[in-house]
């Protein structure tokens, strides 16, 4: 099985533009959750998506959003970038069963200039 | 002001010892534990799992300990490889109210293998 699959796996972008990642999950894993890691912080919940729709937020501001489609798949955007956005994004599929393990892709290094 | 990043603990062993890293969990309701290894340039990696009716669980060469008195988990590697160096997180499960579960990670501690 193909495992979690994130794109692009690097970005430079300026403050003040946005950003789209996209996240494959593992083939029949429906819920896919995003999380932010950096240096500073660790890694922080971002978001939970199920079934296109967001089951549970984390404490980011509005400037991060996200979406699921029908085939699973999700993506995260974040607008008006500041500095403190660099990071490395990853995403998580499960098959969301209880005491199921999340998955992780490779993540997408941004990097806010 | 200056961002300071977080200070991971280092664990150095030789290769072929056996390595421990330890975590503590804040949550008395969490009801399911995940350690995961993270090698540069990669996402987290999961490697065993266990839950609160367990005590100890096993798969190849790692043991997870959890001792929910004192809220504490731990990672045993056996004849420890150079292939594991890397950062190794535990983690905690959380149900959530709208249903899914959300983990709460540890800070991680760097394992670094000598020759």
């Known amino acids: 099985k193909a495992g979690v699959t994130q794109t692009p796996r690097y970005l430079i972008k300026t403050r003040g533009q946005q950003v789209t990642l996209s996240c494959s999950p593992i083939?029949?894993?429906?819920?896919v959750s995003w999380y932010q890691q950096t240096p500073g912080q660790g890694l922080q919940f971002l978001f939970e998506?199920?079934?296109?729709?967001?089951?549970n937020k984390g404490n980011f501001p509005g400037r991060f959003s996200g979406r699921q489609f029908s085939n699973s798949r999700s993506e995260m955007n974040v607008s008006t970038l500041e500095l403190g956005d660099s990071a490395l994004y990853l995403c998580?599929?499960?098959?969301?069963?209880?005491?199921?393990?999340?998955?992780f892709g490779n993540g997408t290094r941004l990097t806010v200039t | 002001g200056e961002s300071v990043g977080l200070h991971l603990p280092t664990l150095s062993v030789q290769e072929g010892d056996n390595s421990i890293i330890n975590c503590a969990y804040s949550?008395?309701?969490?009801?399911?534990f995940i350690w995961y290894k993270q090698e540069s340039g990669k996402g987290p990696q999961f490697i065993i799992d266990?839950?609160?009716?367990?005590d100890k669980r096993q798969g190849q060469r790692v043991t997870v300990l959890l001792n929910k008195t004192v809220k504490h988990l731990s990672l045993q590697i056996a004849a420890t490889q150079p292939g594991d160096s890397a950062v190794y997180f535990c983690?905690?499960?959380?149900?959530?109210?709208?249903?899914?579960?959300?983990?709460?990670f540890g800070t991680g501690t760097q394992l670094k293998v000598e020759l």
């Open positions: 266990i839950r609160s009716n367990m």
């Open positions: 983690a905690e499960n959380m149900i959530l109210t709208g249903g899914g579960n959300k983990l709460t």
């Open positions: 083939s029949g894993h429906r819920s």
């Open positions: 949550n008395s309701a969490s009801d399911y």
């Open positions: 998506y199920f079934s296109e729709t967001q089951r």
């Open positions: 998580a599929s499960s098959p969301d069963r209880a005491n199921s393990p999340l998955h």
